[in-house]
């Protein structure tokens, strides 16, 4: 891949775990531990470290857009969650821009009418019924430019929606890739942009615990945690205290 400078230094909040194996992965480069609000997941001195697209990440480096040895096949990911919101694009409301499907499967008319209880136990996926003008084009859904245009706007709606999406059957990191610079790699999948990919995380940090707290949803510091641990990120306790020291008002 091509060499990409590293972030500018946010803050010395990091911790460093291992967990299970991937199916979305990152390529990054070794950091400093005190350079990150977030710490990746890895499992050796060079902080390896992989986004799974199923359920957990797990370190890896530096990969290949073909075909590795030695590199962990992709898991499938797992089935979506039953009774979930099932959201149903085609052509016509990508080409559009039209979040109308959305807003019809889940009854979110306005977002700031959203109550995140009633999401949170049911959580959200996406079916993208996509007709390619070539039939033999190869390219995966995130890599269509009006696919992800879409997701962009919606993404812009909707903010905190990251939080609430089928985390156990991949749609997290299939979104992640929708609105996240990456390239393909025939084994493991889709390898995004590192720095990128801290900075969407980051965002969203900041994003979903204000709108947990607003909501009054309890200790929203967890859920938020468990968002970005899926995505390979681990968050430190001190930036939570950050936030609260520095309110925001979202009304």
């Known amino acids: 891949m091509a060499t990409i400078k590293p972030c500018l230094p946010l803050s010395p909040l990091l911790k460093h775990h291992c967990i299970s194996p991937p199916t979305f992965c990152l390529s990054c480069k070794p950091f400093s531990s005190d350079s990150l609000p977030i710490s990746r997941f890895g ?36 089935p979506p969650t039953e009774g979930r919101f099932e959201v149903v694009i ?64 919606l993404d812009a709606t909707y903010p905190w929606l990251p939080v609430l999406l089928d985390w ?10 929708m609105l996240v610079p990456h390239q393909m790699n025939m084994k493991m999948g889709v390898v995004f942009n590192p720095e990128a990919l801290e900075l969407f995380m980051m965002k969203k940090v900041f994003i979903v615990h204000s709108w947990l707290k607003h909501h009054n949803i309890p200790k929203p510091e967890l859920k938020t945690n468990d968002m970005a641990r899926m995505l390979g990120f681990g968050i430190g306790n001190e930036l939570y205290d950050i936030i609260e020291n520095h309110p925001l008002d979202l009304s």
Not at 50 to 57: I, R
Not at 170 to 176: D, K
Request: aromatic letters at 10%.
């Open 43 to 78: 499992r050796n001195q060079r902080q390896q470290f992989a986004a799974s697209v199923a359920f957990n990440p797990q370190g890896n480096f530096d990969l290949s857009l073909f075909e590795d040895d030695d590199a962990p096949k992709a898991a499938p990911p797992m």
């Open 90 to 153: 085609d052509n016509n409301a990508i080409s559009s821009l039209d979040l109308t499907p959305f807003q019809a499967a889940t009854g979110m008319k306005s977002p700031l009418s959203v109550n995140p209880k009633e999401f949170l136990e049911r959580t959200i996926g996406f079916t993208i019924n996509y007709t390619r003008e070539d039939p033999r084009d190869p390219r995966e859904l995130s890599e269509f430019p009006d696919i992800r245009l879409w997701f962009v706007r």
């Open 168 to 177: 156990r059957a991949g749609e997290l990191a299939r979104y992640a890739a």
